[in-house]
């Protein structure tokens, strides 16, 4: 697709498993978290959000679980499902309202 | 779906032409956003505003200009487009909340 790079990570998976996608982040003053998936050719869509005072936080098919002391965030997606393919991006705030990106992961789910 | 849109979807220019990205939303949200992505790099900032003729630059802003005359719409300036400005410009606001949700992108190529 248009808006992704061609050395992504990539994660492979098959349709049922559950996902697990990574993120390092930079700032330990960042204090709040968003995952996004970018599927090719739209811009990216909010799926998650969580605040430092958390360390686990659930949505419908998906966790997102934080750890402060290693500066960790991942994305946990159950159930993974042909439509989840996409670029997935963890962003970091560290606390002036704008957002600094990861570099994104490959979601590739196999039918 | 946050309302924001984002014209012209695709453009190429000359190197050396001015060229402005518009922006426009109907939510009335205080912060908006302009950002690149090209392979590699990910999602960068180039600037934002915090209001109508307020605005902070973003960690890419040179050859770059904005201006915010009216809540809902949020331009961006190439004074002098160069090669290096080929990319997928895309917008953002962000709500109360710290969510930031994005329009559909622009495709800049510059020849």
């Known amino acids: 697709g248009e808006n992704v790079g061609l050395h992504l990570p990539t994660l492979s998976v098959q349709e049922g498993d559950n996902s697990i996608i990574n993120c390092a982040y930079s700032?330990?003053?960042?204090?709040?978290f968003i995952w996004y998936k970018q599927e090719s050719g739209k811009g990216p869509q909010f799926i998650i959000d969580?605040?430092?005072?958390?360390d686990k936080r659930q949505g419908q098919r998906v966790t997102v679980l934080l750890n402060k002391t290693v500066k960790h965030l991942s994305l946990q997606i159950a159930a993974t499902q042909p439509g989840d393919s996409a670029v997935y991006f963890c962003?970091?705030?560290?606390?002036?309202?704008?957002?600094?990106f990861g570099s994104g992961t490959r979601l590739q789910v196999q039918p | 779906d946050a309302g924001i849109t984002q014209s012209p979807r695709h453009k190429v220019t000359e190197t050396g032409t001015p060229v402005t990205l518009r922006c426009h939303q109907t939510?009335?949200?205080?912060?908006m956003y302009w950002y690149r992505q090209d392979p590699g790099h990910g999602l960068r900032l180039i600037h934002y505003?915090?209001?109508?003729?307020?605005?902070d630059k973003g960690e890419v802003s040179d050859g770059y200009s904005v201006s915010r005359s009216k809540t809902e719409d949020f331009l961006l300036t190439l004074e002098s487009a160069t090669s290096s400005q080929t990319s997928v410009y895309f917008c953002a606001i962000m709500r109360e909340s710290y969510e930031q949700y994005f329009g559909p992108g622009t495709r800049l190529t510059v020849t």
């Open positions: 969580i605040r430092s005072n958390m």
């Open positions: 962003a970091e705030n560290p606390g002036r309202r704008a957002l600094t």
């Open positions: 700032n330990s003053a960042s204090d709040y």
């Open positions: 505003s915090y209001g109508v003729k307020d605005t």
């Open positions: 939510e009335n949200h205080r912060y």
